[in-house]
């Protein structure tokens, strides 16, 4: 648990890569599984019933592009790994999000709060890329395109889903 920790904190600093965590197919499935609870809670929070739908849509999103891009570059044996690293520093940055979301006000004017939480989106961009970067072994630049193509997906998918299918 203490070398999941130090893993997790170094790639937060852009330090380790998923290279770093256990090829542990039972610590991928427990954090998916913790990943996906913790989404459920978050949506029961902010009353959104289909937050734990939202979530397992973009987790399968997430799984089939990362086996995609691992199988392209020759580097399928990087999948377990990867997407423990991708789904354990998706849980702190909901815990951070969460947190900052949980003081928000949404009648007040929070300027600094909004800036905080935008700087946390950038860095969770930067980690993301930076796991991308060394899971696919490419570019910096090319794990920042692929973590930001990603995230387009999802809201588009979200959307064509949930939104548009609602109307």
């Known amino acids: ?31 998916l599984a913790a990943y996906l609870l913790q989404n459920l809670i978050t949506g029961q929070q902010f009353e959104d019933e289909n937050l734990a739908a939202k979530s397992l849509l973009i987790v399968s999103l997430q799984v089939v592009v990362l086996a995609g891009l691992l199988f392209w570059r020759k580097h399928l044996e990087r999948f377990v790994q990867t997407l423990s690293a991708l789904t354990a520093i998706g849980i702190i940055f909901n815990l951070i999000t969460g947190a900052l979301l949980s003081v928000s006000d949404p009648t007040v004017s929070q300027p600094i709060l909004a800036t905080v939480w935008f700087a946390v989106f950038i860095w969770s961009l930067f980690v993301d890329a930076h796991i991308y970067r060394h899971a696919l072994s490419v570019p910096y630049a090319i794990g920042m395109l692929i973590t930001v193509l990603v995230l387009a997906a999802s809201y588009v998918l979200i959307e064509m889903v949930f939104l548009l299918g609602s109307s």
């Open 1 to 31: 648990m203490n070398e999941l920790l130090i893993n997790l904190a170094q790639m937060l600093r852009l330090r380790g890569g998923p290279q770093n965590m256990s090829t542990s197919w039972g610590l991928m499935v427990f954090l």
